[in-house]
């Protein structure tokens, strides 16, 4: 069984510039979420998206958003990037809205501002 | 508000010794806990997940953690440390949304 997969592994962008991250989750998942590791700061919430719909986000600005195809697949897209913006963004999936069904990881995009 | 804190963002061992890394919850509900564990450069591997089932949950690679509700723990240890278990250790519980929230971290040495 394939695990959740990310591209691009690396993106390099400069300030104001804009990025989009893809996800495509494990066969049979529906629900995706995106976390932010940025050194220093831990692992953060971003969004969750379930059945297409965003279901929930973090506290972060309105520039950092996604979507979610119907394919169960995502992206986030990040806007009018900052310095602060450099970091891991994760996406990880999970089957179902059962809180006992854990989310399984990607080995994330590291995105970095210059 | 969940909230997760490790005790310890560092911990080092000698290969062979006992592994025991702290983890402590705060939650209004039930809570559901996770254990997992992030090597370089990649994203983060399940170790666990405590649910209620049972109070002792093995894991992989001879982890296992024991929830104590009285303390409000959720500990990870492993009784013989091998030189592969160096890596970052994140503890986290999941919302009623299933958001997970993390504790900081704590990054095991294992010393030959």
């Known amino acids: 069984e394939a695990g959740v997969t990310q591209s691009p592994t690396h993106l390099i962008k400069t300030r104001g510039q804009q990025a989009t991250l893809r996800c495509s989750p494990i066969s049979g998942h529906t629900s995706v979420y995106w976390y932010q590791q940025a050194l220093g700061l831990g692992l953060q919430f971003l969004l969750w998206?379930?059945?297409?719909?965003?279901?929930n986000r973090g506290n972060f600005p309105p520039r950092f958003s996604g979507r979610q195809f119907p394919n169960y697949s995502s992206e986030l897209n990040v806007n009018a990037l900052e310095l602060e913006d450099s970091a891991l963004y994760l996406c990880?999936?999970?089957?179902?809205?059962?809180?006992?069904?854990?989310?399984?990881f990607g080995d994330g995009t590291r995105l970095s501002i210059l | 508000a969940q909230s997760v804190t490790q005790l310890g963002s560092h911990v080092s061992v000698s290969e062979g010794a006992l592994v025991l890394l702290r983890c402590n919850y705060s939650s209004s509900v039930p809570p559901y806990l996770f254990w997992y564990v992030q090597y370089p450069n990649q994203g983060l591997q399940l170790l666990l997940k405590y649910t209620s089932a049972a109070t002792l949950v093995k894991g992989i690679n001879g982890f296992e953690a024991e929830f104590k509700k009285s303390e409000t723990s959720f500990h990870l240890t492993k009784p013989s440390a091998h030189m592969s278990d160096a890596a970052e250790y994140f503890c986290a519980v999941s919302d009623h949304a299933g958001k997970l929230t993390f504790g900081q971290g704590t990054i095991l040495t294992v010393h030959p």
């Open positions: 990880a999936s999970r089957m179902d809205r059962g809180l006992n069904q854990p989310q399984h």
């Open positions: 998206y379930d059945e297409g719909e965003e279901r």
